[in-house]
């Protein structure tokens, strides 16, 4: 592995230049039944329920800092680690583990731009041996307000221009017409931009151009300059928007754990439609 640092969103072709070497692990977000079919070669399987936990109806939310430290070092991650993470969808669970890895402070990871999608869809080899990690020790992390946004967070800055909220659900529930929560609809002031206008369909779900993805964004109100939060039913999709943006140079970004399940379950929480 080469002494200059991986970026931040990694090309399926630098990988398969550069996925060898130590202080490198290559995690599977994917689904168990995806990894057993076919994986990168040497790609380690993470299942997406460890890095979240739940208390009905909130979903989504972030795990004790015991549980995080004890799921890295189950896959054989140090804080040394340079953690690479893909998954078979585009990059939702591979981005909520990366997001995890952002507000514990462990600095060194990448996604893979497409995920297997890209991978396999460009012929690229894959594997089906079942990858056991070699455990390692991991320390439990202090969790950092940076990057996480909680609901009290957003209510008391609901009326900041210097705060922009994206909402990465699909438009029924932005609209309030599909409900996956007691009440639909969305934060207000928030804009809707979908995580999958990020993909590229047409080549296997990289993403699109980072200038087009600025361009839309911009066109929404959500710039550089302010303090954006990403959010969604659980922090699964907005994950990748979260990702997306940090990859864009947005120096402000916050996640929302939780996201709908929170705010949508909650008696208090001002509602739009």
């Not at 060898?20 to 990894?35: I, M, N, Q, R, W």
Request: hydrophobic fraction near 40%; glycine fraction near 10%.
């Amino acid at each position: 592995m080469s002494d200059t640092p991986l970026p931040l969103v990694l090309a399926p072709e630098a990988l398969e230049a550069a996925r060898t070497g130590d202080g490198v692990v290559l995690v599977d977000a994917g689904s168990p039944e995806s990894y057993v079919k076919q994986h990168l070669p040497g790609a380690v399987f993470l299942e997406y329920a460890w890095i979240v936990d739940r208390d009905p109806p909130r979903m989504g939310l972030l795990p004790p800092p015991e549980q995080i430290a004890r799921v890295l070092g189950a896959l054989g991650i140090t804080p040394g680690t340079h953690v690479i993470a893909y998954d078979d969808e585009g990059g939702g669970r591979a981005a909520r583990l990366l997001w995890t890895l952002d507000v514990i402070g462990h600095r060194g990871f990448s996604l893979l731009d497409g995920g297997l999608q890209a991978w396999a869809g460009e012929g690229r080899p894959l594997e089906n041996t079942i990858r056991v990690p070699q455990p390692a020790a991991y320390p439990v992390p202090a969790v950092s307000g940076q990057g996480v946004a909680t609901r009290a967070d957003i209510l008391a800055r609901l009326d900041d221009p210097e705060l922009a909220l994206l909402d990465a659900r699909s438009e029924a529930e932005y609209s309030g017409r599909k409900a996956l929560a007691r009440r639909g609809g969305h934060i207000p002031r928030a804009v809707h931009y979908e995580w999958t206008r990020a993909m590229d369909r047409d080549r296997h779900l990289r993403l699109r151009p980072a200038e087009t993805l600025r361009q839309e964004l911009a066109a929404l109100g959500i710039t550089p300059d302010k303090e954006v939060v990403t959010y969604c039913q659980s922090h699964h999709r907005s994950a990748l928007s979260y990702i997306v943006l940090k990859w864009l140079g947005f120096p402000r970004v916050r996640g929302y754990p939780g996201s709908w399940s929170d705010w949508g379950n909650a008696a208090d929480t001002p509602v739009e439609t």
